[in-house]
């Protein structure tokens, strides 16, 4: 079940995310955050960008999510996105049906642009956005240190919908939550999911 990610997931996105800061290069954070504190990323995020986790037998087998790109409100029609997979849970097309859905479900709000960024040579994450339609964006060379070494960083960057001139405001992500729209997409991706 693809579904909205709430406070009692805090401590199963936590445990997905730990080995990324601790034994990869996915994320260049470097301290576990917590559960408390990730619980209140979860809140913080879902102010406004959705939060979406992939549930099978009452267990988060991963998650995915949006964020602001950067400050400036120019910026408001772009977001970032990020997708974590728990270890024993990959190669089974969880990553594409759930990143396909909060993609979607982007769109509802009327977020225009998706960018992914990628540490290099990242092939997995690569091939995967490649083939949701992302194309490659730019390479930030150098630009994180982790594991005793200097990593590049790759921006892929998708079109969701064309930009409407002037553009009609996002729609936060709280006012469309409980939306038909909304509730169609969310059962939509678990039945195509479904054999």
């Known amino acids: 079940m693809i579904r909205i990610a709430r406070d009692e997931d805090a401590a199963a996105i936590h445990a997905i995310y730990a080995p990324s800061i601790t034994d990869g290069v996915a994320t260049f954070e470097t301290e576990l955050p917590g559960v408390p504190a990730m619980r209140e990323r979860i809140r913080a995020r879902l102010r406004h960008y959705p939060w979406l986790v992939w549930e099978e037998g009452g267990e988060v087998l991963a ?24 270890g024993d849970a990959h190669r089974r097309g969880i990553a594409r049906r759930l990143y396909g859905t909060l993609l979607d479900a982007m769109r509802l709000q009327g977020i225009n642009q998706a960018v992914g960024v990628i540490t290099l040579p990242g092939t997995v994450s690569v091939a995967m956005h490649e083939a949701m339609g992302f194309g490659a964006a730019g390479v930030w060379r150098q630009c994180g240190y982790k594991l005793g070494q200097w990593w590049d ?13 002037p553009p009609p405001p996002v729609i936060p992500f709280p006012d469309m939550a409980g939306t038909a729209a909304l509730r169609r997409l969310l059962g939509s991706a678990v ?3 479904d054999p």
Do not use: C, H, M, N
């Open 153 to 165: 960083v790759g921006v892929w960057q998708k079109e969701l919908q064309p930009a409407a001139s």
């Open 63 to 86: 998650y995915a999510y949006a964020g602001r790109f950067r400050e400036r409100a120019a910026y408001d029609w772009i977001a970032e996105t990020s997708i974590y997979v728990r």
């Open 191 to 193: 039945a195509a999911r």
